[in-house]
């Protein structure tokens, strides 16, 4: 089993920048891609973006490119999304997920594991 701990979420006003982390410990294996998605309230989850295994490949929904950046360091198995300029829209609960193929996809059922999610909000 693999377990998904994600931080970092909190209170901001828009504008500000937020840095998630999730750590992924349990079952060791490599060579996965993993992906962040988001939920706001009344809305379906939704893809905002995912990372390769070596990092060489990303990918970004549309509403946050240019503001969000994703990286990974594969020696603390831990993933990053950097969100900065962050509006009022981007008020969602943050999920991290790892997916037991090297592939990105923005598609929510290819992921394997997820974590419990962490709030994000941004007040205007």
């Known amino acids: 089993q693999v377990q998904l701990v994600e931080s970092g979420g909190g209170l901001v006003q828009a504008g500000d920048s937020l840095r998630l982390s999730c750590a992924a410990s349990g079952r060791a294996f490599s060579n996965y891609a993993m992906g962040w998605f988001r939920q706001a309230p009344g809305k379906e989850r939704e893809f905002v973006s995912g990372i390769s295994w070596s990092g060489g490949i990303t990918n970004y929904a549309d509403s946050v490119k240019g503001r969000f950046t994703i990286s990974r360091d594969n020696a603390k198995n831990t993933m990053y999304l950097q969100m900065n300029s962050l509006k009022p829209e981007d008020t969602a609960v943050y999920y991290c997920?790892?997916?037991?193929?090297?592939?990105?996809?923005?598609?929510?059922?290819?992921?394997?594991?997820w974590g419990q999610g962490t709030q994000v909000t941004v007040s205007s």
């Open positions: 997920a790892l997916r037991g193929a090297n592939i990105v996809t923005i598609r929510e059922g290819l992921y394997d594991y």
